[in-house]
């Protein structure tokens, strides 16, 4: 009931920026939390940032002072501001969502992910 499709991926060098974007579409009462997930080859997926439909975030260590989530309700659409990007941000970003949608069973709160968009930091 829920899609999300995430955009601002790219190569950039060491140093340098990008914004990612997370735009929700389909049919749901509300989204709740969203947050942004990150996977590098060979490795597990991993938090990058949080942020509650209140606006209260949440980090994970490695992002700290260098890295911005927001989200602008009325557009439904959720950013992630990367700055001071380094190598080892180089991985598949994927767009999380809470949402509570209506199903068979009833109201129910689930979980959706985007496909994810590719972020490559190298010089």
């Known amino acids: 009931q829920v899609q999300l499709v995430e955009s601002g991926g790219g190569l950039v060098q060491p140093g340098g920026s990008l914004r990612l974007s997370c735009v929700a579409s389909?049919?749901?009462?509300?989204?709740?939390?969203m947050g942004w997930y990150r996977q590098a080859p060979g490795k597990e997926r991993d938090l990058v940032a949080t942020i509650t439909s209140g606006g209260s975030t949440n980090y994970a260590d490695s992002v700290k002072g260098r890295f911005t989530i927001s989200r602008d309700n009325a557009k439904k659409t959720l950013y992630l501001q990367m700055n001071s990007l380094k190598p080892e941000d180089t991985a598949l970003y994927y767009c999380n969502a809470d949402a509570t949608v209506v199903t068979g069973a009833g109201v129910r709160a689930i979980d959706y992910w985007g496909k994810g968009t590719l972020v490559t930091v190298s010089s």
């Open positions: 389909g049919s749901f009462f509300s989204i709740n939390a």
